[in-house]
């Protein structure tokens, strides 16, 4: 079975702290992606890696940044965490040619 | 901007009873189309992905995709409280099969 470990289930931080959200697969896929979810908005995508040091911008890239220098680790940055990013963020990988998504558990971040 | 547009509900059927759920998308060029299932609390696990034209199914589940009209849609037979949950619409678009996700329907399956 596809495992996507997130390594913080619940966090809490301080305005303008920066935030690291670590993300790990393996099943050797290519694609990894970060989404967030919020009531009533569904899942946005942040960013989103096609292979090692390779990122594209998703659709609400402001105000993160990502890194992935491994091929199974794709992290999410928070430079400065505001209260409008407390969210679940949920990271995914999947296989290039079905499109289909693994996902992690999910990590919620709340801001204060 | 693509959207993936979705009732939100709740939908609420009794148990035994077909489910209906329906998703609209904007991009004529998307080529997948996926259903997620999301208890509260989880993370979206996949029910099934359609890429025809035509009706696809699995056990319970039918997955219905007309292209012409940029609509696709889940039925639940024999729906059991079990099924209640948040389902989720994914189109993928674009290059690197990025996945655009609807808001999501909420489904009630009352005894």
């Known amino acids: 079975d596809v495992k996507v470990t997130q390594s913080s289930r619940y966090l809490v931080k301080r305005t303008g702290e920066k935030v690291f959200l670590e993300c790990v697969q393996d099943?050797?896929?290519?694609?990894m992606f970060w989404y967030r979810q919020d009531p009533g908005l569904g899942l946005r995508l942040i960013y989103f890696?096609?292979?090692?040091?390779?990122?594209e911008k998703g659709d609400i890239p402001e105000g993160y940044s990502v890194s992935r220098e491994k091929k199974e680790r794709f992290s999410l940055i928070l430079e400065s965490a505001s209260t409008n990013q407390t969210s679940m963020y949920l990271c995914?990988?999947?296989?290039?040619?079905?499109?289909?998504?693994?996902f992690g558990e999910g990590s919620r971040l709340t801001v204060l | 901007q693509k959207e993936v547009e979705q009732n939100s509900g709740p939908l609420s059927v009794p148990e035994g009873a077909i489910a209906s759920l329906n998703c609209t998308y904007s991009d004529r060029g998307s080529q997948s189309f996926f259903w997620y299932r999301q208890y509260s609390g989880k993370s979206p696990e996949l029910i099934m992905f359609?890429?025809?034209?035509g009706d696809k199914e699995d056990g319970r589940f039918t997955a219905q995709l007309n292209k012409a009209s940029q609509y696709v849609s889940l039925l639940i037979r024999d729906s059991q409280p079990s099924d209640s949950a948040t389902y989720l619409c994914a189109v993928s678009t674009g290059g690197y099969n990025k996945l655009i996700f609807g808001a999501g329907t909420r489904l009630a399956v009352h005894p």
């Open positions: 995914a990988s999947s296989l290039p040619l079905t499109g289909e998504l693994f």
């Open positions: 099943m050797d896929h290519e694609n």
């Open positions: 890696s096609y292979d090692v040091k390779m990122k």
């Open positions: 359609i890429y025809s034209n």
